[in-house]
C-alpha cells in the first residue's frame, strides 16, 4: 500500500512539473481542433449546412461601421459603408478611384413603387437557397425596416458568412452593399448573390444593372469567374 501511494504521489508531481512547462492555455487550441465544429447554419440552410464538422466554421466578426451614416467617399453624404482591399464586394459608396474595383450604381426603383425596401425584402424572402451553391447556410435578416434591411448570408460548409445592405436615399433611390468578412478573394459569390436579387427587381421596372465581366472585368480575372 505504501509503495502504492508512493507511485501516485510521484505521477501528482509529474503532472505539475509537465502543467508549469506547458501552461493550460497551450492545450486548448488542440482540443478545440479536435471537438467537432457546431453547425451554425440558419434555419433555412441546406440539411448539409447543419451536419457538425471537424473543421472549425469561419463566420468572420461582425463589421462594426454598417448603416447609412456619412461617408468619407462621398465627401460626407449619407451612405453605407466602402469596401476593404480585395475582390469580395460591392457598393454604391465607392470613391472615384476605386469605383472601377467595386463601385455600383445606386438602384432606381420604377416610379410606381412607395416601399422600395419592402419589395426588396420580399425578393430576399424567395431567395433560392443555396443558389448554385453559393449561399448553402440560408440566411436571416438582422434589420427590416422601411429604410433600411440588412441581411447576412452564410456558406454552405465553412460557414462564411457576408453582410447585405440596402437604405434609401434622397431621392428615393437604393444604396446596396454586399460584402465577404473573411478573404481578399469570394470566387463570385458576391456578385452571383447581388444579380440574383437585381434581376428579381429588373422584372419589377426597376434600374438595378447586373455585375458582368464587362462592368467590372479584374473581379471576374481574380476570382477565376467563367
Not at 194 to 201: G, K, T
Amino acid at each position: 500500500m505504501r509503495s502504492a501511494n508512493l507511485l501516485l504521489l510521484l505521477s501528482v508531481a509529474v503532472s505539475i512539473d509537465a502543467l508549469k512547462l506547458f501552461p493550460r492555455r497551450s492545450f486548448l487550441p488542440a482540443l478545440v481542433l479536435s471537438a467537432p465544429s457546431l453547425a451554425s447554419a440558419f434555419d433555412n440552410g441546406t440539411p448539409a449546412s447543419k451536419i457538425p464538422s471537424s473543421t472549425p466554421k469561419r463566420p468572420g466578426p461582425v463589421p462594426k461601421d454598417l448603416g447609412l451614416k456619412p461617408r468619407e467617399a462621398l465627401e460626407g453624404e449619407l451612405g453605407l459603408k466602402s469596401c476593404s482591399p480585395g475582390y469580395h464586394c460591392f457598393t454604391t459608396s465607392a470613391d472615384a478611384e476605386l469605383d472601377y474595383y467595386f463601385g455600383i450604381p445606386l438602384w432606381e426603383p420604377p416610379k410606381s413603387t412607395t416601399s422600395a425596401l419592402l419589395d426588396i425584402a420580399a425578393i430576399v424572402d424567395t431567395y433560392p437557397v443555396p443558389n448554385g451553391g453559393v449561399d448553402g447556410g440560408g440566411f436571416q435578416f438582422m434589420e427590416r425596416g422601411k429604410d433600411y434591411v440588412y441581411v447576412v448570408f452564410e456558406s454552405e460548409k465553412k460557414g462564411f458568412r457576408d453582410d447585405v445592405e440596402f437604405a434609401l436615399v434622397d431621392g428615393g433611390k437604393v444604396a446596396v452593399r454586399t460584402s465577404s468578412r473573411v478573404g481578399y478573394l469570394d470566387f463570385g459569390v458576391n456578385a452571383k448573390r447581388l444579380n440574383y436579387l437585381s434581376a428579381q427587381l429588373r422584372k419589377q421596372g426597376w434600374q438595378a444593372p447586373p455585375i458582368s465581366r464587362e462592368s467590372h472585368g479584374e473581379y471576374w480575372e481574380q476570382n477565376g469567374m467563367k
